[in-house]
């Protein structure tokens, strides 16, 4: 499938070890001609750490996308009356904000970016990186593989010696994920 002029919605949260390679697969929808309208939580907006200051983050995503980023619920809001989005990508998508999808919670401008694109039934792609993918958040994985419109880019676990209950997105399947989840597929396999 052709993403050229595709309206993605593209939300970060605050795994920062991860941004990084989130941004590199931004870059890669914009090169390909996604319409791409930048989303952060207020950590990514907020916290510099030692993988990156908030600004340099915000500058570089938006040099990219052409565009401010949405970092308030207010001005998420919008997103799902003006129906703003074919797709929605969260990624990283922290264990925090994927449990509060999976339980209706809307109080970040990630969450109601997530919430107004599932009200227009309209996909919500998934690339979790989570400490507690195997152990808290185990059942809000499972909550979210089976809800409509809900896709995930392929995951597993991020060091199963050191950090057995850890789980992460293959970001480099990010893209494959968003084609598949535009003609309401989900790639397979989910965990490798």
């Given at each position: 499938?052709n993403i050229k002029g595709k ?5 970060l949260?605050g795994s920062?070890?991860t ?5 590199t697969?931004?870059?890669?929808l914009s ?6 309208i930048?989303?952060?939580s ?13 600004e340099?983050?915000?500058r570089r ?8 980023c ?7 809001e919008p ?7 074919d797709?929605?990508v969260?990624?990283?998508?922290t264990?925090n904000?994927?449990a509060?999808?999976?339980n209706?919670?809307t109080?970040t401008?990630?969450t109601?970016?997530?919430?107004a694109?599932l009200?227009?039934q ?8 989570t400490?507690d993918?195997l152990?808290?958040n ?11 419109n ?6 597993s676990q991020?060091?199963p010696?050191?950090k057995t209950t850890s789980?992460?997105?293959k970001?480099d399947?990010i ?10 597929k ?6 490798s």
């Amino acid at each position: 499938m052709n993403i050229k002029g595709k309206k993605i919605g593209f939300a970060l949260t605050g795994s920062f070890c991860t941004i990084s390679d989130a941004i590199t697969e931004m870059e890669r929808l914009s090169f390909l001609g996604a319409d791409i309208i930048p989303i952060i939580s207020s950590n990514v907006a907020t916290i510099d750490s030692r993988f990156g200051r908030a600004e340099d983050f915000r500058r570089r995503i938006e040099s990219i996308t052409g565009k401010f980023c949405i970092d308030s619920i207010v001005d998420a809001e919008p997103i799902g009356p003006q129906k703003l989005l074919d797709l929605l990508v969260i990624a990283p998508c922290t264990g925090n904000t994927m449990a509060k999808i999976a339980n209706g919670i809307t109080d970040t401008p990630v969450t109601m970016a997530a919430k107004a694109n599932l009200r227009n039934q309209k996909p919500v792609v998934l690339a979790i990186a989570t400490n507690d993918g195997l152990s808290a958040n185990a059942k809000n994985i499972g909550v979210l593989l089976n809800t409509k419109n809900i896709f995930f880019v392929p995951f597993s676990q991020d060091d199963p010696v050191k950090k057995t209950t850890s789980l992460i997105a293959k970001f480099d399947l990010i893209l494959p994920t968003i084609e598949l989840a535009l003609e309401g597929k989900q790639i397979q396999p989910v965990i490798s």
